[in-house]
């Protein structure tokens, strides 16, 4: 991060319009986009990309290492996109075989963590507290509530609603069907239960605004 300036000892500025504040620790080889904001003790490890118009709140952790054993030092990096919003505290893992994703209009919120090699695809909200093993693919739409968890090498369907307090482990014995997009699952371990009518009214809202 070159040619920041400190405009009033509390915040930083770049010439992209990114606002920094000044206890945040971004290592080198940090690429970071536009328009974000990143809180105060926040930590941004080496070969992590941040995309644009991101906030990331107080206390972060971005990029630390692969909570797996024998691959503690493995930098693999992470990436995140665009209009995401990353609430306080925060953690999210390296790679430890392919780079952590997380796509575009991702909402988390406090004390949540994503694990290594994960992927999160667009517009996904995930819960206070959730945990969320390594290697899990979590399809778009989909919403986590609080103190959920997942197991690591989990594939979650689209807009799936997984209850607060639930565990989610794969449900299935051989592939991820459509008829399982956009329902409600509860309990530990997780079961279906209804359909998630606000989740894919949400989903076709925001595919008619993009048609505009």
Request: charged letters at 20%; hydrophobic letters at 35%; glycine letters at 10%.
């Amino acid at each position: 991060m070159s040619n920041l300036y400190d405009t009033n000892n509390i915040y930083l500025f770049d010439k992209k319009g990114n606002k920094i504040h000044s206890t945040a620790i971004i290592e080198d080889e940090v690429i970071i986009g536009s328009d974000n904001y990143i809180g105060a003790y926040t930590v941004i490890k080496s070969g992590t990309t941040i995309g644009d118009n991101n906030y990331i709140g107080i206390g972060c952790i971005i990029g630390d290492d692969p909570e797996k054993v024998g691959c503690f030092d493995v930098v693999s990096g992470v990436v995140i996109g665009n209009n995401n919003r990353l609430s306080k505290q925060v953690t999210i893992d390296r790679g430890n075989v392919v780079k952590t994703l997380l796509k575009d209009n991702i909402l988390m919120l406090k004390n949540a963590h994503i694990g290594h090699d994960c992927k999160i695809m667009d517009n996904c909200t995930i819960g206070c507290n959730v945990a969320i093993g390594g290697n899990t693919f979590m399809e778009a739409f989909v919403t986590l509530g609080l103190n959920a968890s997942v197991h690591q090498r989990s594939w979650i369907p689209m807009g799936s609603m997984i209850g607060a307090n639930s565990f989610w482990k794969d449900n299935y014995t051989d592939e991820i069907l459509p008829e399982d997009d956009f329902w409600i699952w509860v309990g530990t371990p997780t079961e279906k239960t209804k359909p998630n009518n606000i989740g894919y009214n949400r989903y076709v809202e925001i595919k008619e605004n993009e048609k505009r």
